[in-house]
């Protein structure tokens, strides 16, 4: 059974163009997070829900939002897509933050290509 | 910045061989995950390590976690074509929420 959903798979947009990518789970977890992992590169963590508190890195750029309205559902939204944004798009849960031994369960990633 | 390096970064070997993988850091971290991750999926996790010399086992698989939690390392023993795929250090700590991961390293076994 599917624990952490993304929709969709695969997503084409064009340069400038918002698209929105969507993530749902079923474990009831606390925390969501949101990484991009471009090809061959390690993911980056881009931001983070613990409940409705949001959690942006430092580096992230302006153009990435995202929404969480309940918690099941978190939302990625770019505003103006880049040629460089063009990625893989990960969304992880973890039912709490703090602890060491908290686990992060991953979706099947979404992935953007950029026109 | 907490920096995880992976080595190596490609491995190609045949059926049946032993390897290893390291994971190695300047910054102590208060967990250390593996994950496996094949083409176009999201990674799947193998195994947390959280105290300082920790040894796991995973069929195949044995996960070290150094004395220092700086470092860790992964042996597979006779390695099989399923074995294949991205293998990706993460830690956790220095207060980040999120996970840190290395660069991974490419697993290709050969039949």
């Known amino acids: ?115 | 910045t907490q920096l995880l390096e992976q080595s190596p970064q490609f491995l190609s070997i045949q059926e049946g061989e032993n390897l290893t993988v390291y994971c190695n850091s300047s910054s102590v971290f208060s967990s250390l995950q593996w994950y496996r991750q094949e083409p176009g999926e999201g990674p799947v996790l193998l195994v947390t390590v959280v105290t300082g010399g920790e040894v796991k086992k995973l069929k195949r698989l044995t996960f070290q976690f150094g004395d220092a939690r700086k470092d860790s390392s992964l042996h597979i023993t006779a390695a099989q074509p399923g074995d294949t795929g991205l293998y990706l250090c993460a830690g956790k700590g220095g207060g980040a929420d999120g996970l840190t991961f290395g660069k991974g390293t490419h697993l290709i076994i050969q039949p």
């Open chain 1, 1 to 115: 059974d599917a624990m952490v959903i993304q929709n969709p798979r695969y997503q084409v947009t064009q340069f400038g163009k918002p698209v929105t990518l969507s993530c749902s789970q079923t474990l009831n977890h606390n925390v969501m997070y949101w990484y991009q992992q471009k090809s061959s590169q390690a993911p980056k963590l881009l931001f983070h829900y613990y409940d409705k508190d949001f959690n942006n890195e430092a580096d992230t750029p302006d153009n990435f939002q995202s929404r969480r309205p309940n918690t099941s559902f978190c939302f990625l939204d770019i505003r103006s897509p880049g040629l460089g944004d063009a990625a893989m798009y990960l969304c992880a849960t973890s039912r709490e933050s703090g602890t060491n031994t908290d686990t992060q369960y991953f979706g099947p990633g979404t992935r953007l290509t950029v026109l």
